[in-house]
């Protein structure tokens, strides 16, 4: 298995699973829990050059004035997505605001703080870091299963914005 399928493999059961469970619909990137009066919704954003992503939520309301959601031609209440709503709370990775599932080297310096390097399955067995990088990551099943556990456990301090976020809405 590559490391793409490993780690959506692990997501779909540790992650997403469990969203399942609370009420949550949909399919991988989008998901959504729909209530009387508001439709929480949940996407996993993959970055566009593979090897990381980052998950955000948001709400939207219906039928009140602020709706929290950009008006787009012909899309239906049920095809909105986090992406389509003004407000949204986006979880904070693990590494540089993302969640990386490949080898991941980092580099400390004096202005920018961390400087990450990620090294694609293709190209980890022969990878020699450049100077001052340091592996702090490799990744396998464990990552795997530790990436998801941070994600639930961010899921608890995003929930708790999606609630108050709400209220304020209501």
């Known amino acids: 298995m590559t490391n793409n399928e490993i780690m959506k493999s692990y997501l779909k059961k ?74 949204r709370y986006r979880l904070e990775g693990m590494y540089d605001g993302w969640f990386y599932y490949r080898d991941l080297y980092a580099k400390r310096t004096i202005f920018f703080g961390k400087i990450y390097h990620n090294v694609s399955e293709k190209h980890a067995a022969n990878f020699v870091p450049p100077r001052g990088y340091r592996l702090v990551q490799k990744f396998n099943d464990e990552t795997a299963v530790e990436i998801c556990n941070e994600i639930n456990r961010q899921l608890i301090t995003a929930f708790k914005w999606l609630r108050k976020f709400e209220k304020k809405n209501k």
């Open 14 to 87: 540790l992650v997403i699973a469990p969203l399942v469970e609370e009420g949550f619909k949909g399919k991988y990137p989008h998901f959504r829990k729909t209530f009387t009066d508001h439709i929480e919704l949940i996407s996993i954003q993959t970055n566009k050059w593979g090897g990381s992503f980052t998950i955000e939520v948001s709400c939207v309301f219906p039928d009140s004035p602020n709706k929290n959601y950009v008006e787009w031609d012909g899309l239906g209440i049920e095809q909105l997505t986090v992406w389509n709503t003004n407000e």
